[in-house]
C-alpha cells in the first residue's frame, strides 16, 4: 500500500539529500547567478544631418546582421551583384563571420529582367551550403541606382 502522507523527518530528509544533489551538479548556483545580458554591438555609423540613421551591421550574442549594400557607380547587373557581394563579405570579415556562415539573404532588384544574370554572379559565393534566400523586384528601383542591394544574417 503506497502512503500519500509522508512523514515531516522523512520529507526533510528528502529536501536536504536533493538540494545537497543539486549543489554537486551546480544546478543551484547556476540557478542563483545569472549571465549578463547581452549587449548590441554595431559597426560604422551611417549619420543623417548628425543623427544616427544606422549602422553597416549589428551584432548580438552570436548573430550579426548586416546592412543593405549597394553598388553606386556606372555598371551592369553582373558588376554591380560582384561588387555588391564582395561588399557584404568586406562587412561579414569586419563582423567576425564569413560568407559560409550567412543564414539569411534578401536581395532587391532594380529590374526584375536582371534575376537571371544577377543568379550568375551571385552562384557559389556562399560556399557548398548556400543559406535561404529572398529576391524581390523593388518598386521605383533600389536607393542610389544600384541594380542590385542584398543584406544578410549570419552567425560568428
Known sequence: MISTHM??????ILKRLFASVAGVAGIGAAAKAAPPAPQ???????M??????FSSHTKF???????????HFEGDITAHTKHVLDEVEKELLKAGSSMDK???????????????????????R???????RTTVAVYGGVPGNSLVEIDCIAYI
Open 7 to 12: 512523514k515531516p523527518e522523512r520529507r526533510s
Open 40 to 46: 548590441k554591438e554595431v559597426g560604422d555609423i551611417t
Open 48 to 53: 543623417l544631418q548628425d543623427v544616427p540613421l
Open 61 to 71: 550574442n552570436n548573430m550579426v546582421f548586416v546592412a543593405g549594400k549597394g553598388a
Open 102 to 124: 550567412v543564414l539569411k539573404v534578401s536581395v532587391f532588384l532594380h529590374d526584375l529582367n536582371d534575376y537571371k544574370a544577377m543568379n550568375e554572379a551571385y552562384k557559389g
Open 126 to 132: 556562399f560556399g557548398n551550403k548556400p543559406p535561404c
